[in-house]
């Protein structure tokens, strides 16, 4: 494969555009205390079916997100609610994300360094398919509706709880994005060294 100038620039422009990084930036200091990381935990538990929420999550960012629908590339002739809910790969994807929450929120240690390698892995994986940071402004949308509409509760599913929600999601997305900009990186090398 060749490498032209576009090449470089495009991947430039986009290696080096810090606007939807800002959000995320900092989440390292930005510790959740122990009152978030109890209600984060304790409204995870009564989401009981992993599956179908992921499916929720999934068709509301289908549905309501649809300009990042071509991501998925299984997805483009999906448009009905029953479509995306029946398809193989949908469901299997939407079971990872669930999985990987899950794992998430059953592990983060407050006091001590949590392993964020293969949510930063994720992220680098997910670059080639061009997801990028602003990205998660949409994931992080659905999942708190989809929270909000599955727990049906406002003293559980209160402000508090949604920022506890909102700040555990931006530590995932921290370590995604920071995935991203390594395969960023990665590729700008590998176009420098063939324009050279």
């Not at 409204?43 to 998925?72: A, C, P, V």
């Not at 929450?101 to 407050?110: F, G, Q, T």
């Amino acid at each position: 494969m060749g490498c032209t100038h576009s090449d470089f620039m495009s991947v430039t422009k986009n290696a080096f555009n810090s606007t939807y990084m800002e959000k995320y930036k900092n989440t390292e200091m930005a510790e959740l205390t122990d009152d978030q990381l109890e209600r984060v935990r304790l409204t995870w538990k009564l989401i009981k079916d992993h599956r179908n929420f992921g499916l929720m999550i999934m068709t509301r960012i289908f549905t309501k997100h649809s300009e990042i629908k071509h991501k998925w590339i299984f997805a483009k002739d999906l448009n009905s609610d029953e479509e995306i809910r029946k398809n193989p790969q949908l469901i299997y994807h939407a079971i990872k994300i669930m999985e990987t929450v899950n794992k998430l929120v059953s592990s983060y240690d407050i006091n001590g360094p949590n392993d964020f390698k293969e949510i930063s892995h994720l992220g680098k994986n997910h670059f080639d398919y061009g997801v990028r940071p602003a990205d998660f402004e949409h994931f992080e949308e659905c999942l708190i509706y989809c929270l909000e509409k599955e727990i049906n509760d406002d003293k559980l599913f209160d402000m508090k709880t949604r920022t506890s929600w909102k700040k555990f999601f931006m530590k995932i997305a921290s370590k995604l994005s920071e995935g991203i900009y390594l395969a960023e990186i990665d590729e700008l090398n590998t176009i420098n060294k063939c324009i050279k």
